[in-house]
């Protein structure tokens, strides 16, 4: 079974500036999927960045990255410029793409509250 | 519709009744999932649909949980003999074809059983 975890509770940061949002998880399996998800007060949940494992290169959607570590199985998530709107739950989620009945069920961490001040 | 949709938007229940939680995915998309979310966790697995059959309902927690989706495009959760414990917000996606395909979330279903 695969199992997401990310290990800060609560974040902040200053408008403008940058911060990192941590996520680690566990999996036997080779080829999979994960994901940064950004959920506001008004519950909807909405994907900020995906990740394919066997891309090298780390996906970048403009103030948003993340650092994939595959080896060390390390998926952490950069805000630049941080802005007012992106206070929010932020969720990591792993989807195993190997196929069988587990296609596309997303596990997800315990979340990552992020405020930005002004 | 543009989006997922999901209603009501709040169930309050009494311990003990039944509830039906309604999931209208995006148009064309043959993929639907239900998640429970419990109050400052992230959401947990319940069910697949792909099509109108359940592929995986392997995180249904009892049999008190059962999900339909007769033709393929709207969903419903049903709850039986509701507990405490089911209070949480229930959300729904879909995807295209279900895989690497994106999830679409719709806004969830808070229930609160007294």
């Known amino acids: 079974a695969q199992t997401v975890t990310q290990s800060q509770p609560e974040m902040s940061v200053q408008e403008a500036e940058t911060v990192t949002l941590s996520c680690t998880y566990d999996?036997?399996?080779?080829?999979?999927?994960l994901f940064w998800y950004k959920q506001p007060p008004s519950r909807q949940m909405i994907l900020v960045i995906r990740?394919?494992?066997?891309?090298?290169q780390n996906a970048t959607e403009n103030r948003f990255s993340v650092n994939f570590q595959k080896a060390a199985k390390s998926f952490s998530l950069k805000i630049s410029d941080s802005q007012l709107g992106d206070t929010a739950m932020y969720f990591c989620?792993?989807?195993?793409?190997?196929?069988?009945?587990?296609?596309?069920?997303?596990?997800f961490g315990q979340g990552t509250i992020l405020t930005v001040h002004p | 519709g543009a989006g997922v949709s999901q209603t009501p938007s709040n169930k309050v229940t009494e311990k003990g009744k039944y509830v039906e939680l309604r999931c209208d995915p995006i148009?064309?998309?043959?993929?639907l999932y239900w998640y429970r979310q419990s109050l400052g966790q992230g959401p947990e697995f319940l069910i697949y649909?792909?099509?109108?059959?359940?592929?995986?309902d392997s995180g249904l927690p009892n049999d008190r949980f059962f999900a339909v989706r007769p033709e393929g495009s709207v969903s419903t959760l049903k709850i039986q003999r509701t507990e405490r414990g089911d209070s949480a917000v229930y959300l729904c996606?879909?995807?295209?074809?279900?895989?690497?395909?994106?999830?679409?979330f719709g806004p969830g279903t808070r229930l609160t059983v007294l």
């Open positions: 990740q394919e494992a066997y891309k090298q």
């Open positions: 148009s064309g998309h043959t993929a």
């Open positions: 989620a792993f989807t195993s793409i190997a196929g069988g009945t587990s296609y596309g069920k997303l596990t």
């Open positions: 649909f792909q099509g109108t059959g359940a592929a995986d």
């Open positions: 999996t036997s399996e080779n080829n999979y999927y």
């Open positions: 996606a879909s995807s295209l074809s279900g895989g690497r395909d994106t999830q679409y």
